[in-house]
């Protein structure tokens, strides 16, 4: 695993100077503040449109998960096991989202599964050999108001979308966040993944503002039908 890096006041990676002058003023930063969430209408999550060919890899293994939703099999995605949806899906769920925008670092509070995100824009690189995980590692830099984020690090078998178009940890996401008015934030989001997909593709998701409202709890176990028609255990069955 990559170690990370501290960028100074100075601009130098590796020490902090503790003393020094902080890393920008918030005022330098673009308010985002308040609840967001995703114009589902756009069908975000559902299979991108415009989605470049498979790779054979990559076909077979749809190809395998079509047959078995066909057969009635349990043919979900890692959400049909209490997993999160890892990236980019989680940033397609049809629910609210927070962002926290401080110097060095901006913190995305998703409600769905309870997720955080955390970019950090400290000028650190991406790591060259990150621990995978579900949301992968992200760094990212200003460029104006627009906020240009560089993912990478993700888990090997994860899932693109909801209808099992696949990921793999080849994959780097470059997203491109700005406030287009006071109602509306775009995210241009770039999948380039060439163990799945035969070239890189664009989609663009909208988040609009929902004022007075809050995140809430998100419990993937509560209010859970499926456990009481489980076959019991030898240890229950005696």
Known sequence: MAAT????????AGKAKLAGTTWQSIA???????????????????????????????????????????????????????????MPQIMTQPYPVEFLVTPGKVTVAI??????RRIFVDGRPLPKDPQPTWLGYSVGRW????????????????????????????????????RLNFGQLEIELTVDDPKAYTKPWTIKLNQTIRLDTDLLDYVVNE????????????????
């Open 143 to 178: 460029e104006g108001d627009t906020l240009v984020v560089e993912t990478n690090g993700f888990r090997n078998g994860t899932w693109l979308d909801a209808v099992g178009n696949p990921l793999t940890e080849a994959a780097k996401i470059t997203e491109r966040f700005h």
């Open 111 to 116: 409600e769905a599964y309870s997720q955080m």
């Open 28 to 86: 330098q930063l673009p308010d985002w503040s308040g609840v967001w969430e995703l114009d589902w209408r756009a069908g975000a999550g559902r299979g991108a449109a415009g989605m470049p060919k498979l790779t054979p890899e990559a076909q077979a293994k749809l190809d395998k998960y079509r047959a078995d939703q066909k057969e009635g099999k349990n043919a979900q995605t890692n959400t049909a096991n209490c997993d999160p949806p890892g």
């Open 5 to 12: 890096s501290v960028m100074a006041a100075d601009g130098t």
């Open 223 to 238: 209010n859970e039908k499926d456990l009481q028609h489980i076959a019991p255990t030898i240890d229950k069955a005696k």
